[in-house]
């Protein structure tokens, strides 16, 4: 039998590591976001961010309609790793750390005012100060007294129940610039721009009702409403592929492959334009990454290929539920996954099979005279093809790290073998074609047994295909 020695308890320096917790990969939209899905996750159907610029004095502030929280139950909330209770398997929450990571990766000092009652007017309040912990060098939060709670946090909870969260003496939004400055003023209308373009991404399916919920959800930024962002622009001459679900683990991942219209079969050049994303349309080419239908990656091949101007009309759904989060590593900030070995396998002929269909569809789109796409070169011969030295293209979009499928480089000479128009390929033998689609549609043992036959029977043929 093993024999435990003396046990002593060591409690962290609450200064030192509170301090580190601000640099967990978050910056000002993902922020806000982490403390978004703390509204969806309370049930919220409005919630109205405000970023307020005032020199020294600025705010950000985000007040929800949702369930609120009584004085304990805040308490809990602000602590680190909070895990008083069990999360529903659609539920955006995993870590008990959001609120207060995300909110000191921008602000010291952190107030949440709530309310849980429509006919009680009572609002309870409490407020993280990083300043006063580091000079106490204690875990502990304040519960300001009703004359130290600023109409700014309580205000919106006049009409109804509802949580706000105020952060204010930004150190991290606003830098070492001058507070004062017309940068600050510029920066903070700036960033009010990409956060409602962000979260009209990330929350784009809470938004137009499509997200499982009893009601669709109302964003606001400074009273502007926010407008969902469809990455696979559904209401316009999009293709859709068959989607397939996938087996990881115990659980199921979702694809669904879209190839997007090129620009002249838009119904207009503003949608067009709208469609490219925050990041243009090279780079929001790939995978959009769903945790249960909340968006976490837009965009980009996760190391299964590199970016590629050819294909950019190629975007695909991956959704996965919080059953998962193990498989795929999901980080504290909710910016990053990474694709489960198992599924990547499966992906891969699945990804090849969109991007030839998008690749097709770029090729014989009309060329622009406004925005002339590059010349077709000529298709490489089998021989010239295996005699290239393979590139390995930086994927930005995924970290910079060399992508696993060489990049077409600039100019499209192509290496990845794609259909021509009249269906056949130098650089693919139609039998690899033909192996693929049929492991794609679960036939592939089927193809093995006419490819053995054909081998035998007919071997010209079998050699024409590559066999
Ligand atoms: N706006 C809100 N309305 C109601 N309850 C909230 C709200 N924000 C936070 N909470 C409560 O506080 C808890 C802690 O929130 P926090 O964001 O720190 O962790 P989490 O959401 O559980 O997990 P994660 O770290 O993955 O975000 C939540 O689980 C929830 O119970
Ligand atoms: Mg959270």
Not at 61 to 83: K, Y
Not at 278 to 295: C, E, F, K, S, V
Not at 380 to 409: F, L, M, S
Request: glycine letters at 10%; aromatic letters at 6%; a neutral charge.
């Amino acid at each position: 039998m093993v024999t435990r020695g003396r046990t002593e308890e060591v409690i962290p320096s609450a200064a030192r590591l509170l301090g580190s917790l601000r640099d967990l990969g978050y910056d000002f939209v993902n922020a806000v976001a982490d403390i978004v899905d703390n509204s969806v996750s309370a049930g919220a159907t409005e919630v109205h961010v405000v970023l307020h610029p005032a020199g020294t004095d600025s705010w950000v502030r985000v007040a929800d309609n949702g369930s609120g929280m009584a004085g304990a139950t805040i308490t809990e909330a602000m602590r680190l790793g909070t895990g008083q209770r069990e999360y529903s398997s659609d539920e955006l929450g995993k870590f008990g750390l959001g609120l207060k990571t995300a909110s000191l990766s921008q602000a010291r000092c952190i107030t949440i005012a709530s309310r849980t009652h429509p006919a009680r007017a009572v609002i309870d309040c409490r407020r993280l100060d990083l300043d006063a912990i580091a000079a106490s060098d204690r875990w502990e939060i304040e519960v300001p007294a009703a004359a130290d709670r600023p109409e700014t946090v309580v205000g919106p909870l006049k009409s109804g129940p509802g949580t706000v969260v105020l952060w204010d003496r930004l150190d991290r939004v606003l830098g070492r610039n001058d507070p004062f400055g017309g940068w600050s003023h510029r920066h903070l209308l700036k960033l009010a721009e990409r956060l409602d373009q962000h979260l009209g991404m990330v929350f784009g399916r809470f938004l137009t009702g499509e997200a499982r919920r009893l009601f669709p959800l109302t964003l606001t930024v400074n009273g502007t409403k926010v407008e969902a962002w469809d990455p696979f622009c559904l209401d316009e001459r999009t293709e859709h592929l068959p989607p397939h679900e996938l087996r990881v683990g115990g659980g199921l991942v979702r694809y669904r492959p879209y190839v997007l219209p090129p620009q002249d079969d838009f119904r207009d050049d503003e949608t067009w334009r709208r469609a490219s994303g925050p990041n243009q349309w090279n780079r929001q080419q790939g995978l959009y990454i769903y945790r249960a239908d909340r968006m976490i990656q837009s965009g980009g091949w996760s190391w299964l290929r590199g970016y590629d101007e050819h294909i950019k009309l190629a975007r695909a759904a991956v959704e996965f539920w919080p059953d998962l989060d193990e498989a795929f590593e999901i980080n504290v900030a909710k910016t990053r996954v990474k694709l489960p070995e198992e599924l990547r396998d499966q992906l891969k002929p699945l990804v090849t099979m969109l991007t030839r269909r998008a690749d097709d569809r770029y090729r014989k789109s009309k060329p622009r005279r406004d925005n002339p796409a590059p010349p077709i070169p000529p298709r490489p011969t089998a021989r010239n093809d295996a005699n290239r030295p393979a590139d390995r293209p930086r994927d930005p979009g995924t970290g910079g790290r060399p992508a696993e499928t060489p990049q077409r480089p600039p100019g499209g000479q192509g290496t990845s073998g794609n259909v021509s128009e009249s269906g056949g390929s130098a650089a693919a033998p139609a039998g690899r074609v033909l192996e693929e689609t049929a492991r794609t549609l679960g036939y592939g043992t089927a193809l093995e047994s006419i490819r053995d036959e054909l081998r035998r029977r007919h071997p010209e043929v079998a050699r024409d295909l590559g066999w």
